[in-house]
């Protein structure tokens, strides 16, 4: 089984500021790395998929990066609405597709 | 756009069997591009991935979970369901049902459905 570690596991941070969450896994998982965010007392929602696409109708300041076992999800500048829960998910092993434990981006 | 609901009891006895439905809006279920899935999130943790159903029928379950977990279709009323058997404490959670496509991931989810399980 493919295990994914993501870390920090909070990152405070203030608004206009960059956030860089990473994403690891124990072992190579080509580019088959998706991304999700969750908001308190919400379904997750889809945000990046094949480790850099942007889903549909997600703004441009979400960018992911990374190959093989390392991966990174950038904010250029956060949101108000951008403080949440981030996990990654990994593709290449599914079926199951495995999750991360999620990163907390929270307001500093 | 394709939207996602589920439905059933908020509270289900231990060693019971705790039954959801999600019911697929917007589009079909019969679609042979997705698969149509089962995911849950104890209150406070992660997301852990349960298990799909294509519209043929055909299925695959978390190893973890496989001896307890049944997920059927029924594409005559665009639905699909989940069954978890002999339930204890440690299957209380937000069940979310999800589209998932192989290469890309879950979308869209439905808004989820919390089931605790007490006696």
């Known amino acids: 089984e493919i295990v994914l570690t993501q870390s920090p596991a909070t990152l405070s941070l203030s608004p206009g500021e960059r956030a860089t969450l990473s994403c690891r896994a124990s072992q190579s998982v080509s580019s088959y790395l998706a991304w999700y965010q969750q908001k308190p007392g919400q379904a997750p929602r889809l945000l990046i998929y094949?480790?850099?696409n942007r889903a549909t109708g997600i703004p441009a300041r979400f960018s992911g990066s990374g190959s093989g076992t390392d991966f990174t999800l950038t904010i250029s500048s956060l949101e108000p609405e951008d403080f949440a829960v981030y996990y990654c998910q990994q593709r290449s092993n599914w079926p199951p597709g495995t999750f991360g434990p999620g990163t907390k981006v929270d307001i500093k | 756009q394709v939207q996602l609901q589920e439905s059933g009891p908020g509270l289900v006895k231990p060693s019971q069997t705790l039954s959801l439905t999600c019911t697929v809006s917007?589009?079909?279920?019969?679609?042979?591009?997705?698969?149509w899935s089962w995911i849950r999130q104890p209150p406070g943790k992660g997301l852990e991935w349960i298990g799909y159903?294509?519209?043929?029928?055909?299925?695959y379950y978390n190893p973890s979970l496989k001896s307890r977990v049944t997920i059927s279709v029924d594409t005559s009323k665009n639905q699909f369901s989940l069954k978890l058997s002999s339930v204890t404490a440690a299957d209380t959670a937000v069940y979310y049902c999800a589209r998932e496509l192989s290469d890309l991931g879950l979308d869209p989810w439905g808004q989820g459905t919390l089931v605790t399980v007490s006696s």
């Open positions: 094949d480790a850099s």
């Open positions: 159903i294509y519209y043929s029928g055909s299925t």
């Open positions: 917007g589009g079909s279920i019969s679609s042979g591009d997705y698969y």
